[in-house]
């Protein structure tokens, strides 16, 4: 509920069938950053609704979400199981892996990855404008980290992966006050890359 609202959401991957199929380099900010290939394997350590995994697997990368808020993921399993069902998603929905669990113990005991990309729920007082009612809804379900867990979720990153890149509004601090090799951004979000 928001606001005495009572309002309810469902993803909808089908919907972004059409940026799917036209990202790239020249249109996504987040694939200049990452510069991917289908070689490539990537953990998207903050999943949420998953749109950003999405558009990192339609490079052809192989690329594991990882969601620790049970509800976000039950949400994200509906969805692949469901869109798995449509042809022309298939090959995409075979290159997700949707895992349950705390990023940090996950991406720790695994093997490195050729990157890492993180998109940690921005502080309320990030936004310019109100933000759509499916970010609303995910603010209620999932909190920012704190100072500590942005620190031991980027030295946790840093040290499994070959390139590092986190998603911040275009004018937060630095995660985890750890200065980036190179940043990609626009008029509101910025994407900083280490590595």
């Known amino acids: 509920m928001i606001d005495n609202e009572l309002i309810k959401t469902c993803l909808n991957w089908q919907s972004l069938q059409q940026r799917i199929v036209s990202s790239g380099k020249n249109n996504e900010l987040l694939l200049k950053a990452c510069k991917l290939n289908k070689e490539m394997s990537v953990i998207d ?3 949420g609704f998953g749109i950003d995994g999405l558009i990192l697997a339609s490079t052809g990368a192989r690329v594991t979400f990882i969601e620790q808020n049970p509800i976000v993921f039950l949400m994200l ?9 449509h042809k022309n998603w298939q090959k ?7 895992v349950f669990g705390d990023s940090n113990k996950i991406i720790n005991d695994g093997v490195k990855h050729d990157l890492i990309y993180l998109d940690p729920m921005f502080p ?3 936004y310019k404008g109100a933000v759509n009612k499916n970010m609303q809804i995910l603010h209620l ?3 920012p980290p ?3 867990d942005e620190l ?3 030295n946790t990153a840093i040290a499994k992966c070959d390139k590092l890149v986190i998603k911040r509004p275009l004018s937060a601090p630095n995660f985890a006050d750890k ?4 940043s990609f951004n626009n008029e509101v979000i910025r994407f900083d890359v280490y590595g």
């Open 124 to 126: 309320n007082d990030s």
């Open 77 to 85: 399993i509906f969805e692949k199981i469901k869109m798995s069902q």
């Open 146 to 148: 704190n100072s500590d």
């Open 179 to 182: 200065s980036p090799n190179q």
């Open 92 to 98: 995409l929905m075979e290159r997700i892996t949707i």
């Open 141 to 143: 379900m999932v909190n």
């Open 152 to 154: 031991k979720l980027f």
């Open 45 to 47: 350590g903050t999943a």
